[in-house]
């Protein structure tokens, strides 16, 4: 009941055109009459496109069949979002796809792979189908920064040089390392 309550809650999110983007059990609170309720709005978003509900979709299915295990988990998921939304969520069932706190257990429990299994053969998809995902990481921030300020420091004294040949053989090339 409490897991079909929680796929409710969600499927009712994603129906007024919220996603909640970071789904986990500690996003899931029980009140005392047993009912779900979802917590944690602060990273939703409203009008989502299909991708991102897709997200929702693999990270509540991965982090409560990691509870109640895989069969149950996709049975749940199954029966609260139908066979469509599931086979638009498979390509998302990935350790880059999960919260934070969840990638690495499920990796170390080898959960993802039967778990894509089972839920390919529920959706009814014909095979199993990946999108690439990325965080985006403070390396990955640093990166385009520091490309950005080359390029805006680097474009106007290449623009500026009237010889630029004579400068490029005149130059010290020991800069070059």
């Known amino acids: 009941d409490v897991l079909d309550a929680a796929w409710h809650e969600v499927t009712l999110l994603h129906l007024i055109g919220i996603a909640h983007r970071n789904l986990d059990l500690d996003h899931l609170v029980l009140d005392r009459d047993g009912r779900a309720w979802i917590v944690g709005l602060d990273r939703a978003v409203l009008d989502p496109h299909d991708g991102v509900i897709a997200g929702d979709v693999a990270t509540l299915l991965a982090v409560t069949a990691a509870v109640v295990g895989i069969d149950r988990g996709v049975e749940h998921a199954l ?16 350790a880059t796809g999960m919260p934070r ?25 014909d095979e ?7 965080r985006v990481t403070p390396r990955g921030v640093i990166s ?30 020991a800069w070059l390392l």
């Open 79 to 94: 029966r609260a979002v139908g066979r469509a939304r599931l086979a638009d969520a498979l390509p998302r069932l990935q």
């Open 101 to 125: 706190g969840m990638a690495k257990p499920m990796r170390r429990h080898k959960m993802l792979a039967p778990l894509r299994e089972a839920t390919r053969a529920a959706s009814g998809a």
């Open 128 to 134: 199993l189908v990946t999108t690439e995902l990325r």
């Open 144 to 173: 385009v920064l520091m490309g950005a300020a080359a390029v805006y420091f680097l474009v106007p004294q290449i623009l500026d040089s009237g010889d630029l040949w004579s400068k490029v053989t005149d130059a010290h090339w």
